[in-house]
């Protein structure tokens, strides 16, 4: 019994994960090609690699556990929901190519405002930084800096930003916004 | 099986149905995981209804792109608009397997509504009541992803659904569905109700 609690709660704690990267992928793809960031559309990429892994894992996972003949339709919605996490994946994974085949996109790509200065940039929290052990709410980058949160990645976890995400030091954020904006930016997180 | 229509040309701008469809998209995602967690069959319906929408559109938009392209440098720029618009497609039509579990009676199983219990966004719906202090206000006003971290992405009206509203008042007795975070949805529900007399 103690064997399948811990096979569901790994099972569990899979979905969630393909789930949530796989719509982050999805805005981050989005916004590669509205950037213009190779950078962007890269880690897109190394997303795509890392929900390929997980997926397979999550569906073995899912076949190996011994179940009752009422069960198997609860198993197969399951094994249905994750194909459909991994086929949003590859969708951002194919839409982060466009950007990455290089060239100049076609202008109605860039949906946003032509002549903007806009870039996107990656700090690390700093130790001591100011913002540090703060949430993303009060640290109020957008309001002092004009950069936009893009993602916050901690070691081999990507979160979407969140008003009550706490910054730890050693995370990195990624970021858009105007030029002007950047060194305002990395100072404040970068402490 | 329902019907498939015949989709005729007409002139659009290809940026603004990208980007409705980049909209739609999004929101199929949202509102076919609602239909899963609350295992509704309306819901998974509302997603298909956008699914055939999709579809027309992506027709739209590419006989429009195959008018627009002029000479070689065109055709090579605008085969990655395509692509986009196609993957926005793909993206809409694993959405509509999503709302396909639900209505073919595949299975929800529990740890999926686990799963969205422990996801950073959350999915709830609500009726907005008489005394609701949301009522009579747009939606850009109520400004509740500034305030508590919560999106509307959609409002149901009757039988008629408002996808993605901005400039739409919310009335008394529409449907709201939100997403956001656990705490920024109870209140924004709470309110709905009519059960606050402010969001704080």
Redesign the interface.
């Given at each position: 019994m103690a064997e399948d609690k811990e096979l569901f709660e790994r099972i569990c704690n899979d979905l969630v994960e393909l789930k949530d990267t796989s719509e982050m992928m999805i805005d981050l793809a989005y916004s590669s090609l509205l950037l213009n960031s190779r950078y962007l559309a890269e880690e897109v990429r190394l997303l795509e690699e890392r929900v390929d892994r997980l997926h397979t894992e999550f569906e073995l996972r899912v076949l190996s556990s011994r179940c009752d003949v009422e069960d198997v339709k609860g198993l197969l919605g399951l094994i249905r929901m994750g194909v459909v996490t991994e086929r949003l994946a590859d969708a951002a994974a194919e839409i982060a190519e466009v950007v990455l085949r290089g060239g100049e996109p076609h202008p109605v790509l860039s949906m946003v405002i032509q002549d903007a200065d806009e870039t996107v940039e990656r700090v690390v929290v700093g130790e001591g930084s100011s913002i540090e052990g703060k949430t993303l709410k009060e640290a109020r980058i957008p309001e002092e800096t004009g950069m936009w949160v893009l993602v916050v990645r901690r070691g081999e976890r990507w979160m979407r930003p969140r008003p009550e995400t706490v910054l730890q030091a050693g995370d990195v954020i990624i970021a858009s916004g105007y030029a002007e904006g950047e060194e305002d930016f990395m100072k404040l997180v970068g402490g | 099986m329902s019907e498939v229509e015949r989709v005729e040309y007409t002139p659009v701008s290809?940026?603004e149905t990208?980007?409705l469809m980049?909209d739609i998209s999004?929101l199929m995602?949202d509102l076919a995981?609602s239909a899963?967690l609350f295992d509704s069959r309306e819901l998974a319906e509302e997603v298909m209804d956008l699914e055939s929408k999709m579809d027309s559109l992506v027709y739209v938009l590419n006989m429009n792109l195959m008018l627009a392209a002029r000479d070689k440098d065109d055709a090579?720029?605008?085969a990655?608009?395509a692509?986009?618009g196609s993957?926005?497609n793909?993206?809409s039509?694993?959405?509509a397997?999503?709302a396909?579990?639900v209505l073919n009676?595949?299975?929800?199983?529990?740890?999926?509504r686990?799963?969205f219990q422990?996801?950073?966004?959350h999915l709830a719906r609500a009726r907005v009541a008489e005394t609701s202090i949301l009522a009579g206000k747009t939606v850009n006003d109520l400004d509740l992803a500034a305030e508590?971290?919560v999106d509307i992405i959609a409002i149901r009206r009757g039988r008629h659904w408002m996808v993605n509203p901005k400039k739409e008042i919310v009335l008394p007795e529409d449907v709201l569905v939100a997403r956001g975070?656990a705490?920024?949805l109870e209140r924004v529900m709470k309110a709905a109700r009519g059960e606050v007399d402010k969001l704080g």
């Open positions: - | 290809v940026r990208l980007i980049k999004e995602i995981y899963a090579e720029s605008l990655g608009v692509k986009v993957l926005t793909s993206i039509d694993a959405a397997d999503i396909g579990i009676d595949i299975g929800i199983h529990p740890i999926v686990e799963v422990r996801t950073e966004e508590v971290g975070t705490s920024g």
